[in-house]
Antibody, heavy 120, light 111 residues
Framework: QVQLQQSGPGLVKPSQTLSLTCAIS??????????WNWIRQSPSRGLEWLGR?????????DYAVSVKSRITINPDTSKNQFSLQLNSVTPEDTAVYFC??????????WGQGTLVTVSS | QSVLTQPPSASGTPGQRVTISCSGS????????VNWYQHLPGTAPKLLIYSNNQRPSGVPDRFSGSKSGTSASLAISGLQSEDEADYYC????????????FGGGTKLTVL
C-alpha cells in the first residue's frame, strides 16, 4: 500500500518561498514507472496541477505554465521523498497543496493535503 | 475556472441512482482516459474510477464510469449515506506542454 505523508509550514509570508515535502512509503521516488506530482486546490482556482518529477534513466520535470517561472520540484532519493518550492508567493497562492503518485494515466495515491496560507 | 465542466451539485435519496457528468474537449477527454475521485475535506482524494470505467480493488461495483467523445460520466447506484462527498473528474490535457486538468467538483448530497 502506497502512502504519501506531507509536511511543511502552513503559513508563508508574501514574497517568500513556499516549501513542502512529500515522504513516500510503499514505492520509490526513483521508480521507472511512476511520476510524483504536486497539485493545489483553492476556492477561486479549483484543483490545479503544478508539476511533477520522474525518473526514466535520468530525472525529468514538467511544470504548469502558470507557475513555471517560480516552481522547483526535486526528488530526494536518500529519504525517498520529493519536495515543492514555490518562490515569490502572493495571497493568490493560498491553497491546500497535495502530492500525488502518477502511474500510467492515473493519479492513484494522494497525500492528505496541507493548507498553506500566504499572509504577513 | 476549471478546464473540465461538472455540475456543482447533485443529490439523491438512499437506494437511488445518481449520475455526474464531466465535459471537456478534444485535447483532454477526447484524447485521454478519465479518472474519477471521491473527496472528503481534510482527507486524501480517493481514486474511484480509472481508465474511464475501471474500478480499483476495493471500490464497490455501485460505482461505474463511462466516456463518449469529449464527455464522461460517473454513476452511483444504490446510493448510501456514506457516498455524500465531493466528486472530481480528471484527465491529461495535450495542449500547451501538457498538464493534468480537473473538473470543478460536484457536491453529492444524500437526502
Amino acid at each position: 500500500q502506497v502512502q504519501l505523508q506531507q509536511s511543511g509550514p502552513g503559513l508563508v509570508k508574501p514574497s517568500q518561498t513556499l516549501s513542502l515535502t512529500c515522504a513516500i512509503s510503499g514505492d520509490s521516488v526513483s521508480s521507472n514507472s511512476a511520476a510524483w506530482n504536486w497539485i493545489r486546490q483553492s476556492p477561486s482556482r479549483g484543483l490545479e496541477w503544478l508539476g511533477r518529477t520522474y525518473y526514466r534513466s535520468k530525472w525529468f520535470n514538467d511544470y504548469a505554465v502558470s507557475v513555471k517561472s517560480r516552481i522547483t520540484i526535486n526528488p530526494d532519493t536518500s529519504k525517498n521523498q520529493f519536495s515543492l518550492q514555490l518562490n515569490s508567493v502572493t495571497p493568490e497562492d493560498t491553497a491546500v497543496y497535495f502530492c500525488a503518485r502518477e502511474v500510467g494515466a492515473d493519479l492513484d495515491y494522494w497525500g492528505q493535503g496541507t493548507l498553506v496560507t500566504v499572509s504577513s | 475556472q476549471s478546464v473540465l465542466t461538472q455540475p456543482p451539485s447533485a443529490s439523491g435519496t438512499p437506494g437511488q441512482r445518481v449520475t455526474i457528468s464531466c465535459s471537456g474537449s478534444s485535447s483532454n477527454i477526447g484524447s485521454n482516459p478519465v479518472n474519477w475521485y471521491q473527496h472528503l475535506p481534510g482527507t486524501a482524494p480517493k481514486l474511484l474510477i480509472y481508465s474511464n470505467n475501471q474500478r480499483p480493488s476495493g471500490v464497490p461495483d455501485r460505482f461505474s464510469g463511462s466516456k463518449s467523445g469529449t464527455s464522461a460520466s460517473l454513476a452511483i447506484s444504490g446510493l448510501q449515506s456514506e457516498d455524500e462527498a465531493d466528486y472530481y473528474c480528471a484527465t491529461w490535457d495535450d495542449s500547451l506542454n501538457g498538464s493534468w486538468v480537473f473538473g470543478g467538483g460536484t457536491k453529492l448530497t444524500v437526502l
